[in-house]
Antibody, heavy 116, light 107 residues
């Protein structure tokens, strides 16, 4: 069974930073691209970023380009989302998902709250 | 960026009904469209990709169609488990954008 487990969410002040992690299981990690998608409270889904299996190709939504960085460590089977200069509007549940475009499997999400 | 719209935003229906949700793209996306189902407090679940290909394990009462800029998700014979919010997503190019969602509620 494919499972993805996110961690690293929490409360952070505006302008602060946070790093999310995602650990997939049940798959050969390095063979797959992954995405990050978020959902603000009571709102719809927003695709944020994707990374290729090698990590050599990354993609971002305009709303986070320059502030967020996706990366992966294939030796540790971990996916990351480094989030800098956080704003109140970044408050959301952040999901990691298998595959870079069609999200075939999703984690349960981790909540990020940006507030003073 | 490609803008996705969905209609209706809310749909009231009863068990056994046939319902259709429409998704429109601001530019042609060929058949690079997916549909997801989300229940409150849960992660979305992939239902359909490439417009009409059912993800493994998804009941056959779900179907998708369309091309270009207009797409539909149809659910035949609604079941109690189908009441949820449905999102379309284009993946013609990055960024992959989602529609705003259609909440399917019980009449």
């Amino acid at each position: 069974d494919v499972q993805l487990l996110e961690s690293g969410g929490g409360l952070v002040q505006p302008g602060g930073s946070l790093r999310l992690s995602c650990v997939p299981s049940g798959i050969t990690f390095r063979n797959y691209a992954f995405s990050w998608i978020r959902q603000a409270p009571g709102k719809g889904l927003e695709w944020l970023s994707a990374i290729s299996g090698s990590g050599g190709n990354t993609y971002y939504a305009d709303s986070v380009r320059g502030r967020f960085t996706v990366s992966r460590d294939n030796s540790k089977n971990r996916l990351y989302l480094q989030m800098n200069n956080l704003r109140a509007e970044d408050t959301a549940v952040y999901f990691c998902a298998k595959d870079n475009m069609v999200a075939s499997y999703w984690g349960q999400g981790t909540l990020v709250t940006v507030s003073s | 960026d490609i803008l996705m719209t969905q209609s209706p935003s809310t749909l009231s229906a009863s068990v056994g009904d046939r319902v259709t949700i429409t998704c429109r793209a601001s530019q042609r996306i060929s058949n690079w469209l997916a549909w997801y189902q989300q229940k409150p407090g849960k992660a979305p679940k992939l239902l359909i990709y490439k417009t009409s290909t059912l993800e493994s394990g998804v009941p056959s009462r779900f179907s998708g169609s369309g091309s270009g800029t207009e797409f539909t998700l149809t659910i035949n014979s609604l079941q109690p488990d189908d009441f949820a919010t449905y999102y379309c997503q284009q993946y013609e190019n990055y960024p992959c954008t989602f529609g705003p969602g259609t909440k399917l509620e019980m009449k």
